[in-house]
């Protein structure tokens, strides 16, 4: 909308824009918000802006120019504050509006274009009370300039307030779902753990008592060999039949290999007993290494024979702790690494094979490190990986934050870990990367929690 006004020197172009609704989003920018470009020389009346303000009620101000170039600013209540001032007509009214403007001087508050509205409006309501309502100045372009209503942009701060509100609860709400289904998973992997732990216990324990029993069996034929050494042509094919000779050496080492399968197989299941624990009532004395062993052999087939595992275990104290908690955290981290390696291990498979020395690699060091708070348990693990880059490290433990594919990560891992390894034991998880090299993840962790 153009209005143009002849005076007796030059044309003055007033530009405002149209009334529109306008869309807000949490990354929306001044340049999102209507504008207003009024545009007035200084050799300009003062006349020309009080009919500027009476042809467009909503116009905050106008932007002064001295031969096109951006002076400075006059709001729509200074204006009027000077001019209706006593003997404000005689001075100011027919007179350039330079004049009115030296004699008022007002300091604007310039933003470029690219500027968040909450950063804008926190800013802006920073100014001193007299300044609060004056129109704030946005530059969209290099020297063009134009005027934002304050009120339009408290409106919109309103407006992005709403917004972060319904994400927040949202967020919320997802991961209270998340937790839900953690705890109910957790209770079922228990359930399941325990139901197969019983008979699993009686098999492990009554194969020992097997290979006893066939011990005693084997010196029971040898015995009866001794006493009646007649040779016996059907008892002498019976154990041609059945090749005796190999079933005296074979069965003891099936059986003992039966033994060491089951063995292996109740040391899963007690892991993952252990590591259901997550809804524990009060801290307990944990041991930190096999938390880690535990969480290791649940991992077992995520472990490629490409991808190896060190382990530099220190002499660790127990830790007042809840170690199922811990077990989650350890997984975690371990997952996070996995799929790192992997991802990484891939993208550098041509470049392996032309004869580059790397080997994907994960790290697993404890040790007692001395603080100001005294002597604390120090768990890192790192690995050789693609590293993080500096712009995702600041948001690694943030909710829902994550790089990977969706399906393939919820960004609640990193999230969960730091609140356990923070709140529930007051101690820190940091994290220390450098990309293209490695990534290494730090859990401190005071003996003994203080309530």
Excluded at 105 to 132: C, H, Y
Excluded at 205 to 211: A, D, H, M, Q
Aim: proline share 5%; charged share 20%; net charge negative.
């Amino acid at each position: 909308m153009f209005a143009v006004r002849e005076t007796s020197s030059e044309l003055s172009v007033l530009h405002i824009p149209e009334i529109c609704t306008w869309n807000i989003s949490l990354e929306s920018t001044l340049l999102d918000l209507p504008l207003y470009n009024c545009q007035i020389e200084l050799t300009q009346q003062a006349k020309e802006v009080a009919l500027a303000f009476e042809e467009n009620s909503l116009l905050p101000g106008v932007i002064l120019t001295e031969h096109g170039n951006f002076v400075g600013i006059l709001s729509r209540r200074l204006f009027f504050e000077k001019v209706n001032c006593r003997y404000g007509l005689e001075m100011f009214f027919k007179r350039p509006i330079e004049v009115l403007y030296k004699f008022s001087k007002p300091e604007p508050l310039v933003f470029p274009g690219s500027k968040l509205i909450v950063e804008a409006a926190q800013e802006t309501l920073e100014r001193s009370a007299e300044l609060i309502y004056e129109p704030v100045v946005v530059e969209v372009a290099p020297q063009t300039y134009k005027l934002l209503d304050v009120h339009q942009l408290i409106v919109a701060q309103s407006r992005i307030h709403q917004l972060t509100n319904k994400l927040l609860n949202k967020q919320t709400e997802a991961k209270l779902i998340q937790t839900e289904k953690m705890a109910s998973l957790g209770r079922m992997v228990a359930e399941v753990a325990h139901e197969i732990r019983n008979p699993l216990n009686c098999i492990w324990g009554n194969l020992t008592f097997l290979l006893s029993y066939f011990e005693d069996l084997l010196q029971l034929m040898s015995v009866y060999e001794e006493e009646y050494s007649e040779p016996c042509p059907r008892i002498d094919a019976l154990k041609e039949q059945i090749d005796f000779d190999f079933l005296q050496t074979d069965l003891p080492v099936t059986l003992e290999g039966m033994e060491l399968a089951a063995s292996q197989l109740l040391k899963i299941v007690n892991g993952l007993h252990h590591f259901s624990h997550m809804d524990e009532r009060k801290p307990v004395k944990t041991d930190i290494h096999e938390c880690v062993e535990m969480t290791l052999l649940i991992l077992k087939n995520r472990f490629k024979s490409s991808i190896e595992v060190v382990k530099n275990y220190g002499e660790l104290p127990l830790v007042s702790g809840y170690s199922g908690q811990l077990s989650q955290v350890f997984l975690n981290l371990l997952v996070n690494a996995l799929d790192a390696l992997t991802e990484y291990a891939a993208d550098r498979e041509i470049q392996t094979q032309c004869g580059e020395n790397w080997r994907p690699q994960i790290q697993i060091t404890t040790k007692v490190i001395e603080t100001e708070d005294g002597n604390r348990v120090a768990i890192c693990i790192a690995d050789n990986g693609p590293g993080i880059p500096p712009e995702n490290q600041q948001q690694i433990f943030d909710t829902f934050f994550t790089t990977k594919p969706a399906g393939k990560g919820t960004g609640m891992g990193l999230a969960i870990s730091h609140q356990i390894v923070t709140e529930k034991h007051g101690g820190q998880l940091s994290l220390r990367s450098q990309p293209g090299k490695n990534t290494e993840f730090e859990i401190i962790l005071p003996i003994v929690r203080k309530i």
